[in-house]
């Protein structure tokens, strides 16, 4: 088993989609392992983001990621970073696979309801940024 991080964007809380994306992982097989509520402040944003900094859509993310809470969530399932990517669909909605969370319910490349690991090595330099290990139930 592997561990992923999802983050429930501020737009999924703000639209009443929490069940129906925690309904959608969980279906695809998913244990939640860890998950919280935060409200990012612009300086943790950032730090988590910090791989997009000088990109030309950084500063509307932490504006996006800061106008809210959210909830970050540790998952774990076999191959846990790739399958949550695919079953999450493509950043851009409209380029998102049928049935897919994205596909289903973000409105655009920016309000997209939901984060993803890229990476086995980000995921867990992700997990770190919102969890201590001992929060995490295996």
């Known amino acids: 088993m592997s561990l992923t991080l999802a983050i429930l964007k501020p737009d999924c809380i703000e639209r009443r989609l929490v069940g129906a994306a925690i309904t959608h992982i969980e279906s695809h097989g998913f244990k939640i392992r860890a998950i919280r509520q935060v409200h990012l402040t612009r300086q943790e944003a950032a730090a988590f983001y910090a791989v997009h900094q000088g990109k030309a859509f950084f500063e509307a993310l ?3 990621m800061t106008s809210g809470p959210c909830f970050p969530i540790v998952l774990e399932h076999p191959d846990a970073v790739n399958y949550f990517r695919e079953i999450i669909g493509a950043t851009d909605p409209v380029k998102a696979a049928e049935g897919t969370l994205r596909h289903k319910y973000a409105e655009n490349v920016q309000r ?5 690991s890229d990476s086995e090595e980000n995921a ?13 139930i295996t």
């Open 124 to 136: 867990k330099k992700e997990i770190a940024f919102f969890f201590p290990t001992i929060e995490i």
């Open 112 to 116: 997209n309801i939901v984060h993803g």
């Open 62 to 64: 932490l504006d996006f």
